[in-house]
C-alpha cells in the first residue's frame, strides 16, 4: 500500500512538472498559432490583424506569465482574445491527453468528444421542457441547439407535443448555442410547402469567400406548428451563438416576437483545430449573414421586439397571449 501511495505520488509530480514544462518550452509555440490563424484566416482580417499585434505584445511583456499551468495559459490566452477580438467564440482548449500528431484525426476526435460533451443524452440534447400550458399555450425550453445526427429525434419528439396548441412559447434565455437543429425547429414554424421554403442565415467562409444559404427544410417528421399562430421567443445575455441565429432569423421573417433583453453577439461559426500536442484553438473563419437583412448579430446581439427583465419574459408572453385572445374575441363581437 506504501510503495502505491509512493508511486502515486511520483507520477503526480512528475505530471505537475510535465505541465510547467509545457508551458515554459510551448506557450510560444501556441501563441504563434494563434497569431498565424487571426492574422491569415480570421474572419474579420482587420480585427484579426490588430488582435494578433496586441496578443504579441501581451506575450512579449510576459502578461501571461503568471498562468503556470496549461489549463491556465488556455483560459489566460482566451480572455486576451476576446478582450482583444469582441468574440465570444475565440477560445483556446488544453487537453491533459496528447492529441494525435494526425492532426485531422486529433481533430474529429476532439469534437466528438466535446459534441457529446454540450449535446449528449445527459442533457436530453438540450430539450428542456416540452408541454402545454393552461389555455393550450405550447411552451418548448432549449439549453442547445443539437447537431440534427445526435438530437433530432428528440428534438422532433418535443416539437409533437406542443404542436396542436393555440400559441407557442420557446425558451432560449439559457441557450447558448449547438448546431444545425436551428433549420429543423425553424421548419415546424412554416407550413408544408416544398417550393416556398424560408431563407435562414447563411455562412460566409473567409478562405473560399463562399456563402452557403440556409434555407427551412421541405419535410420534417411529424406534425408542424405551421405558420399561421402566434410564436414568442424569449431571450436574454445568456442566448448566444446559434440560438441568436434562430432568434434573428424569425424576428427576420416576421414569424416571432423577441422578449427579454439583448442577447450575447455571437455570429461566428467556429471548427476546433489541434495547434499543439495539448492545446486546441476554436478556429474562427466564418459569419453568419441573414439574406434579409444583409447583416448579423454579432457584438451586439439580437434586439428584442418586447424590452423586459428576462426572469420576466415568460409572464410577460403569457400576458400578451391572453391580451391577443381578449381582444380578438372582442372583435368577434
Do not use: C
Request: charged fraction near 20%; aromatic fraction near 8%.
Amino acid at each position: 500500500m506504501r510503495l502505491l501511495i509512493v508511486a502515486a505520488m511520483a507520477m503526480l509530480a512528475a505530471h505537475t512538472a510535465f505541465s510547467a514544462e509545457v508551458m515554459q518550452a510551448d506557450r510560444a509555440s501556441v501563441v504563434s498559432a494563434v497569431t498565424k490563424h487571426l492574422e491569415s484566416e480570421y474572419v474579420d482580417p482587420t480585427v484579426g490583424r490588430k488582435a494578433a499585434q496586441q496578443l504579441r505584445r501581451r506575450f512579449d511583456a510576459a502578461a501571461l506569465e503568471k498562468a503556470t499551468t496549461g489549463a491556465a495559459f488556455a483560459e489566460a490566452l482566451t480572455g486576451a482574445l476576446r478582450e482583444e477580438t469582441g468574440d465570444g467564440h475565440l477560445q483556446v482548449e488544453f487537453s491533459e491527453a496528447a492529441l494525435s500528431e494526425d492532426t485531422k484525426a486529433a481533430d474529429q476526435k476532439f469534437s466528438a468528444q466535446e459534441m457529446e460533451r454540450y449535446y449528449g443524452a445527459h442533457v436530453n440534447f438540450g430539450v428542456q421542457k416540452a408541454q402545454r400550458l393552461e389555455g393550450n399555450v405550447g411552451l418548448l425550453e432549449l439549453s442547445v441547439f443539437p447537431p440534427a445526427t445526435m438530437g433530432g429525434n428528440t428534438v422532433a419528439a418535443a416539437m409533437q407535443v406542443v404542436a396542436h396548441t393555440d400559441a407557442l412559447i420557446i425558451d432560449l434565455r439559457r441557450n447558448g448555442g449547438g448546431g444545425d437543429s436551428v433549420s429543423l425547429v425553424a421548419s415546424y414554424l412554416f407550413d408544408d410547402a416544398f417550393d416556398d421554403r424560408k431563407p435562414l442565415s447563411g455562412i460566409y467562409d473567409r478562405p473560399s469567400g463562399v456563402t452557403q444559404q440556409q434555407y427551412t427544410l421541405p419535410y420534417v417528421p411529424g406534425a408542424r406548428f405551421g405558420a399561421k399562430k402566434p410564436v414568442f421567443i424569449l431571450i436574454s445575455k445568456r442566448t448566444f451563438s446559434a440560438a441568436e441565429a434562430f432568434t434573428y432569423d424569425m424576428q427576420a421573417l416576421k414569424r416571432a416576437t423577441v422578449i427579454g433583453e439583448p442577447s450575447g453577439g455571437g455570429a461566428h461559426p467556429f471548427n476546433y483545430r489541434r495547434i499543439h500536442a495539448h492545446f486546441v484553438l476554436w478556429s474562427v473563419t466564418q459569419k453568419s449573414v441573414n439574406p434579409i437583412t444583409g447583416a448579423n448579430w454579432q457584438g451586439t446581439g439580437v434586439q428584442p421586439d418586447v424590452v423586459v427583465d428576462p426572469k420576466d419574459a415568460l409572464e410577460r408572453a403569457v400576458a400578451l397571449i391572453a391580451a391577443s385572445r381578449k381582444q380578438q374575441a372582442l372583435h368577434r363581437r
